[in-house]
């Protein structure tokens, strides 16, 4: 046991934290009893778990073989890019092998042949899990560095990409970014996204290797040189907004743009050393638990945390079923040192028997009824138990009752419908002529203006008499001389002096007279 202690102690430096462990047996004085801590796993080389693609197909050498030469020795080019050689082939998997002492294996690109046209391509890295980076990113190219490149992040499995660093031998021709050094950030840019010209300049093939994104330099605003105050960091991790979701990746894409040149110019008469090499591509980050696990395992193909406190899920996003008397939380680093585990709690364990299916995080007890009830139902749920629908919400019946998407909002048509009540599979009530689950339709012979009216008119029905035409099912357009709803009056049986020897009638029959004229002009013209 002592010697256990003395083991666990000894490994919190490395894992620069504390929260690597979840639970001790402690003695107080009420007894030995465990005591809980937020915890997390350890760090670990994360391009053992990833899976790689390589775009545009055809990027990769050797198919069909192909000579390259090197900028060091441009005129000698011996060497041989041929995939269906095991000993000349680069694929993509040798970015990810462990470098032995000696010859780098690298995945290499096609050459430059197609110049003037750009060589893109892009790598991406998939890890089907939430990562928290804990070190730097650390790229290493063969034959030269790229001039430029850029690498995305992705949050949610590759859905959507953000920009993640810059990179380029002259920023602002590059992207149009002044050039900047993560070292120079502040504690409030520190999750800025920049462009840096520190690993796009050409010094030599051999010399400069590697390409980053300094995570270290960035943890090292708030923790300090060394990171020795690593407590200051997890104080901001918990607390700035963004910061730590900055650290946090499913994914990563390299965006070659432009590769090593070897001086200034391209020589259009030897585009056989310009290529893309990446011998190793370092990861090294935690899977994101939630601070609510300090083991992630890789089991049916990815990574899962071992979710501790009660949680489940791949990330523990969430309490275990019979554990929901409360909404789920993320464990705390605070308060330091130990951090809150912040557990899920058994139904039942905090107040009578009072479940609220994790919409509400308080129980209170009602004195004359003597019931128990859940305060402040969260998601739009209401009842004893959190466990119906708000009024104006139905129950989706393909989430369960601890679902945040459990009540969904019935979204009846203001106008079409009686109330913003629904039934159970969502339909609303509606108003006399309309239809439809939302009541936004009109039934046949109804037309919608503000609500469902009954059609006053209809062009296949005829309604509109003596030549009158139906205007949208709403009204009918009279000729002239006649009036009503449907045309159906003649204006002279209503006002004599509509008829014959008014001004206004013999002035519009001339009108229609010339009118008639009119159409038959250009006849007479070809005449
Ligand atoms: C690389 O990925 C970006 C999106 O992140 C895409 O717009 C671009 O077309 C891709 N390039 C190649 C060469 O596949
Ligand atoms: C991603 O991980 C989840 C959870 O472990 C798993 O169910 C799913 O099949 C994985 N998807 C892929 C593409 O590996
Ligand atoms: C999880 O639930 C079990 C069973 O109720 C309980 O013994 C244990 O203490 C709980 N764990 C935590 C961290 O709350
Ligand atoms: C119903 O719940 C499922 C499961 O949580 C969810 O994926 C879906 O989006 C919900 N439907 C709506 C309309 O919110
Ligand atoms: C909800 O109303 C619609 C339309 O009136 C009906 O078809 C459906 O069966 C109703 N659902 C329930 C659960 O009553
Ligand atoms: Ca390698």
Redesign the pocket.
């Known amino acids: 046991m002592l010697y256990l202690a003395a083991l666990l102690v000894h490994c919190v430096p490395l894992a620069m934290g504390q929260y690597d462990i979840c639970k001790s047996w402690v003695t107080t004085d009420d007894g030995p009893s465990w005591e809980f801590y937020a915890c997390q796993p350890k760090a670990m080389r994360m391009k053992d778990y990833v899976t790689v693609r390589v775009d545009p197909a055809g990027i990769t050498c050797g198919d069909p073989p192909e000579r390259f030469c090197t900028h060091e020795n441009p005129y000698l080019c011996s060497d041989e890019c041929d995939a269906s050689n095991p000993d000349l082939a680069h694929p993509p998997k040798l970015m990810f092998d462990s470098e032995d002492e000696g010859l780098a294996t690298y995945w290499q690109s096609v050459t430059w042949r197609r110049y003037p046209e750009p060589l893109l391509a892009n790598i991406t890295l998939s890890w089907n899990k939430s990562i928290e980076l804990t070190d730097d990113i650390v790229i290493t190219f063969e034959y030269g560095r790229p001039t430029i490149m850029m690498l995305e992040k992705s949050l949610d499995n590759g859905r959507t990409w953000h920009p993640y660093q810059y990179y380029a031998d002259d920023c602002m021709e590059a992207f149009s970014m002044p050039a900047r050094r993560v070292r120079d950030l502040s504690t409030t840019s520190a999750n800025r996204v920049l462009c840096t010209e520190e690993y796009s300049r050409w010094a030599g093939s051999k010399k400069e290797k590697t390409v980053r994104f300094e995570v270290r330099d960035r943890f090292a605003i708030f923790a300090g040189p060394d990171l020795k105050n690593m407590d200051n960091l997890y104080t901001r991790l918990e607390s700035a907004k963004g910061l730590k979701d900055f650290f946090t990746i499913t994914d990563l894409r390299m965006r070659l743009l432009r590769p090593a040149l070897g001086g200034t110019y391209v020589q259009r008469e030897n585009l056989y050393k310009y290529f893309y090499a990446v011998s190793n591509i370092e990861v090294t980050g935690r899977c994101k638990c939630n601070l609510h696990a300090n083991l992630c395992t890789f089991k049916e193909g990815s990574l899962q945390c071992e979710c501790e406190h009660n949680t489940t899920g791949q990330d523990c996003g969430k309490c275990k079923k019979n554990f929901r008397s409360r909404s789920w939380r993320a464990g705390s680093y605070l308060p330091l040192p130990n951090g809150s585990p912040n557990a899920c709690a058994a139904a039942g364990s905090a107040f009578g028997n009072c479940e609220c299916y994790g919409h509400s995080n308080r129980c209170s007890y009602i004195d004359f009824l003597n019931v128990v009830t859940c305060v402040s139902c969260k998601h739009n749920t209401r009842g004893q138990h959190c466990q119906h629908c708000r009024l104006g919400f139905y129950r989706?019946s393909?989430?369960e009752l601890d679902?945040e998407?459990v009540c969904?909002e019935c979204n009846c048509n203001q106008i079409g419908s009686m109330h913003d009540r629904c039934n159970e599979t969502g339909y609303c009530e509606c108003r006399e002529g309309a239809t439809g689950p939302k009541c936004d339709d009109c039934l046949p012979n109804y037309y919608w203006r503000q609500g469902c009216f009954p059609n006053v008119c209809d062009d296949e029905l005829l309604l509109c008499q003596n030549g009158g035409t139906c205007y949208q099912n709403q009204r009918c357009i009279c000729p002239v001389g006649f009036k009503g709803v449907l045309c159906q009056q003649s204006r002279c049986e209503v006002d004599k002096k509509d008829c014959d020897g008014a001004p206004g009638a013999r002035g519009s029959l001339a009108a229609v007279a010339l009118g008639m004229l009119a159409l038959q002009l250009p006849g007479w013209v070809d005449l």
């Open positions: 989706n393909s989430a679902d998407n969904i």
